[in-house]
């Protein structure tokens, strides 16, 4: 069993950054391939970026790429999402996301969630 819990979210300006984090609980977190999607309003999940297990690779949305970038903190137990020149269709609610198979883009194919935080970004 894995517990996520997002933090770091908020409020901030076109251009600026944010750096959110994600700590889980359980002893097996560095055996687990972390991911970042996000819900806008009236809008399914999306895909941001993914981890794999030990941090060796990376994977980013075409929409992301180039400005965020996602790592992990094995002994800490925590993986990050930097995000820098945010644009406000970057608003939405951010979820971690946990799986015990390979990185995967697909929401339902994580095993564990985050309750999520939300970031906005104003113009």
């Known amino acids: 069993q894995v517990q996520l819990v997002e933090s770091g979210g908020g409020l901030v300006q076109a251009g600026g950054s944010l750096r959110l984090s994600c700590a889980a609980s359980?002893?097996?977190?560095?055996?687990?391939?972390m991911g970042w999607f996000r819900r806008a309003p009236g809008k399914e999940h999306e895909f941001v970026a993914a981890?794999?297990?030990?941090?060796?690779?990376?994977y980013y949305s075409d929409s992301v790429k180039g400005r965020f970038t996602i790592s992990r903190d094995n002994a800490k137990n925590t993986v990050y999402l930097q995000m820098n020149s945010l644009k406000p269709e970057d608003t939405a609610v951010y979820y971690c996301?946990?799986?015990?198979?390979?990185?995967?883009?697909?929401?339902?194919?994580?095993?564990?969630w985050g309750q999520g935080t939300q970031v906005t970004v104003s113009s």
């Open positions: 981890i794999s297990w030990k941090g060796r690779s990376t």
């Open positions: 996301a946990a799986r015990s198979n390979s990185y995967s883009d697909s929401f339902e194919k994580y095993d564990y």
């Open positions: 359980g002893r097996t977190f560095g055996s687990y391939a």
